[in-house]
């Protein structure tokens, strides 16, 4: 039997301590959360506080969420395992990681570029293949791929880009922060025959969306 090494110790941990008890149930996501190794998405002087209860900085003036965060809106997506999901602000990785140990195919789309060379090879490193990735204006989607099953953007925006709905597969679920530049709501838009829903999940603070469809740089 092999023996759990630090790193793993820390996971169970957060998701037995950060996940579960504020109703994260979802099977799928708890898997996903013990088994992608989140300290390698961080740089590594602060490698050693990837588990703890809090965003952390990733440099270009962005942030790896909290754990908590990131599984609430996996959750929120219900995935079973055949989406192609696309996601809007790549960041460290870290999220696209755990979407794509869940689905089959995770789109992500990210704006600076020293973030995504970075978090390419760390894909790579783990073998993460089934993770495609491109540089671009998020807020427009990924046109040539669409329609995704499911889309989720890991920045606040003041609406809901139009071009995403667009390209949300029906039926399909969408989640994104929107509110104004200091703090959101976690919005779900739910697709399905034609009409679209919106609820509340919770309130959040994440960094702004830039781009055609949403904040200005």
């Keep these: 039997m092999t023996t759990p090494s630090p790193w793993d110790i ?7 301590e950060q996940l579960i008890p504020r109703g994260i149930h979802d099977e799928n996501t708890l898997r996903a959360m013990r088994t992608v190794p989140r300290h390698l998405f961080v740089d590594d002087a602060m490698a ?14 962005q ?5 908590y965060i990131v599984a ?9 395992g055949d989406e192609r999901v696309l996601e809007i602000g790549t960041g460290s990785g870290y999220q696209a990681a755990v979407l794509s140990r ?13 973030l995504l060379v970075r978090a390419r090879k760390i894909f790579d490193r783990l073998h993460y293949h089934n993770i495609t990735s491109r540089l671009d204006d998020g807020t427009d989607g990924w046109p040539d791929e669409a329609p995704f099953d499911s889309i989720l953007v890991t ?5 809901i880009p139009q071009p995403l709905i667009d390209q949300l597969a029906d039926p399909g679920r969408l989640v994104i922060p929107v509110g104004d530049q200091h703090v959101q709501e976690l919005q779900l838009l739910e697709k399905n025959s034609g009409e ?22």
Excluded at 73 to 79: E, V, Y
């Design 72 to 80: 609430l809106m996996t959750q929120a997506l219900g995935l079973k």
């Design 155 to 159: 920045a606040g925006g003041p609406k």
């Design 10 to 16: 820390n996971r169970e941990r957060m998701v037995d």
């Design 48 to 61: 050693s506080c990837a588990y703890g209860d809090n965003p952390l900085p990733i440099g270009a003036g």
């Design 102 to 114: 869940i689905c089959e195919r995770v789109y992500t789309v990210e704006r600076i570029d020293s």
């Design 196 to 217: 679209t829903r919106v609820t509340t999940i919770e309130q959040v603070r994440f960094v702004n969306l830039i781009g055609a469809h949403g904040w200005s740089a």
């Design 63 to 67: 942030t790896i969420s909290q754990p």
